[in-house]
């Protein structure tokens, strides 16, 4: 079964940290492009950062320097890594496979 899994996120303060996670069924991690995506209320889903299947990432500019995304293989888990967070980085946070599969997202709050 194909499916994507997003699990780590919550509330957190300004300037705190998460790290979300994204299980994903072996047929749509394996040699494929992973992505995080975003959307927050009133706005458009926009790409957070992407890693290719041998690790080479890319980023908004919006998340430079403070975001970090990185793949397990071995344990087909997509990871982003997010570090002195902002009240805009507010969103719903998407898993994405290979530009097709999407998981069920997880609502990240920054508020204090």
């Known amino acids: 079964q194909v499916q994507l899994v997003e699990s780590g996120g919550g509330l957190v303060q300004p300037g705190g940290s998460l790290r979300l996670s994204c299980a994903a069924s072996?047929?749509?991690?394996?040699?494929?492009?992973m992505a995080w995506y975003r959307q927050a209320p009133g706005k458009e889903r926009e790409l957070v950062a992407v890693i290719t299947s041998v690790g080479r990432t890319n980023y908004a500019d919006s998340v430079k320097g403070r975001f970090t995304i990185s793949r397990d293989n071995a344990k087909n888990t997509l990871y982003l890594q997010m570090n002195s967070l902002k009240p805009e980085d507010t969103a719903v946070y998407y898993c994405?496979?290979?530009?097709?599969?999407w998981g069920q997202g997880t609502q990240v709050t920054v508020s204090s």
């Open positions: 994405n496979g290979n530009n097709v599969y």
């Open positions: 072996g047929s749509i991690f394996s040699g494929n492009r």
